[in-house]
């Protein structure tokens, strides 16, 4: 298997634009996560998915941030509209089971101007 | 609220210089620890998971332990090639189990 496949691996966009960030992940996984990195803040869950379910979004910052989950195949974590404040790395990763090991993808690394 | 806090940030080492990493855990009722090794401008890689006090898993150069509340990766006889940010996670029982929570991880240097 490839492993978790993320898109683009680096976007740079100017504030106020929409941003949609995309996620394939390994084929027979149940669970997928969105995270974000930060120096700050370290690595962040965003939200997960089991089943293509939202199961816990708490971890999302605000309303102008939505994820999806269509197919077991592909994800989209979506910021509308985008700040600064949101330049990060963004990692999907994905496991076979709960509570089991998380795969993780190269990430997107986001540019807010 | 569960918490995973890891020491030191950042270590030093010479090449062949043996050391501890560790990850303190205040969770309730832990499911796995889980180490991983995030290499610069790359996602995390898995390395190991520990699911009960006691156990200890090995890798090369790399041994992780666990007790009760803490969990220590030891690197033996480091090579340069060892240098990374290595992450701990832990993992719940209960409603959000498939959920991780990370510790802002230990980079380590090791110099030939």
């Known amino acids: 298997d490839a492993g978790v496949i993320q898109s683009p691996r680096h976007e740079v966009t100017e504030m106020g634009q929409e941003v949609t960030l995309r996620c394939k992940p390994i084929?027979?996984?149940?669970?997928l996560f969105w995270y974000r990195q930060t120096m700050m803040r370290g690595l962040e869950l965003l939200i997960y998915?089991?089943?293509?379910?939202?199961?816990?979004d708490s971890g999302m910052p605000e309303d102008r941030f939505s994820a999806k989950m269509p197919n077991a195949s592909f994800s989209t974590l979506k910021i509308q509209p985008s700040e600064p404040r949101d330049s990060a790395v963004y990692f999907c990763?994905?496991?076979?089971?709960?509570?089991?090991?998380?795969?993780f993808g190269p990430g997107t690394r986001l540019t807010v101007l | 609220e569960d918490q995973v806090t890891q020491s030191p940030e950042a270590l030093r080492l010479q090449e062949g210089e043996s050391s501890s990493l560790n990850c303190s855990y205040t969770?309730?009722?832990?499911?796995?620890l889980f180490w991983y090794r995030q290499d610069p401008g790359k996602g995390p890689e898995f390395l190991f998971t520990?699911?009960?006090a006691g156990e200890e898993k090995e890798k090369e150069r790399l041994k992780a332990t666990l007790t009760k509340k803490e969990s220590f990766l030891h690197i033996t006889a480091p090579k340069p090639e060892d240098s990374a940010t290595y992450l701990c996670?832990?993992?719940?029982?209960?409603?959000?189990?498939?959920?991780?929570?990370f510790g802002d991880g230990t980079t380590l240097t090791v110099k030939p």
């Open positions: 998915f089991n089943n293509n379910v939202p199961i816990d």
């Open positions: 969770v309730s009722g832990l499911r796995g």
């Open positions: 990763a994905s496991s076979l089971r709960e509570a089991d090991t998380q795969y």
């Open positions: 996670a832990v993992q719940v029982s209960g409603t959000n189990a498939g959920k991780s929570t």
């Open positions: 520990l699911y009960s």
């Open positions: 084929s027979g996984h149940d669970y």
